[in-house]
């Protein structure tokens, strides 16, 4: 499976820090790209260097239009996850989810307009309450993924951490410069 993001929207300033850990998030819970209008370029970066140290090839990508990204990756087979607390219950949509193929996960930060809840195949609520699209992309990820995506390796790691119960153990990869 597949599994892309695209965050629909952005309060300027205000929202970097969350952007940033909607990207972690995606990052870390296997997703292979997220898209995201660009209003600091710095996530790119922040991102990047995490990458270059912790592995993998996680991709940034600064779109214009969120409407053009969900169109096209429909047109390609992708399933539309809306994540809205308005949504049908994680509880009654997650088999079914989890059983798709390639998957574009849309999040919002603010007001999101009425058309991607058309758009979407799926609307879908983390509970029904308002909180935050950092816990809800994090809860789908993890029921689609049945925590697997936990098992993935990140390639070409230059940090790897060796799980244990109590302190550190991080493998350092030796450079030749
Ligand atoms: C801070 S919320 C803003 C919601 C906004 N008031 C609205 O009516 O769309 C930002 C994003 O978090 C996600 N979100 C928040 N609560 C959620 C929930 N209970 N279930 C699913 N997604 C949720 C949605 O993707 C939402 O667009």
Known sequence: ???EVVRIGQRVVRDDRVTTHVALVSRGFGAERIYMTEVNPEIKETIEKINNTWGGNFQVEFIE???TVVKKKK???FKIVHLS??????N???VEIGNEENLLIV????????EIYEL????????NQPHSEISALAILMDRIQKGKQFEKEF???KKKIIPTKNGKNVQVKETRD
């Open 107 to 114: 999040v919002g930060a603010e007001k999101v307009p009425r």
């Open 1 to 3: 499976m597949v599994i």
């Open 65 to 67: 239009k969120w409407k």
């Open 120 to 127: 979407a195949d799926y609307n879908v609520g983390v509970g």
């Open 155 to 157: 390639p070409n790691a």
């Open 75 to 77: 047109e390609k087979g």
């Open 85 to 90: 607390m308005y949504g049908e219950s994680i």
């Open 92 to 94: 009654d949509a997650e």
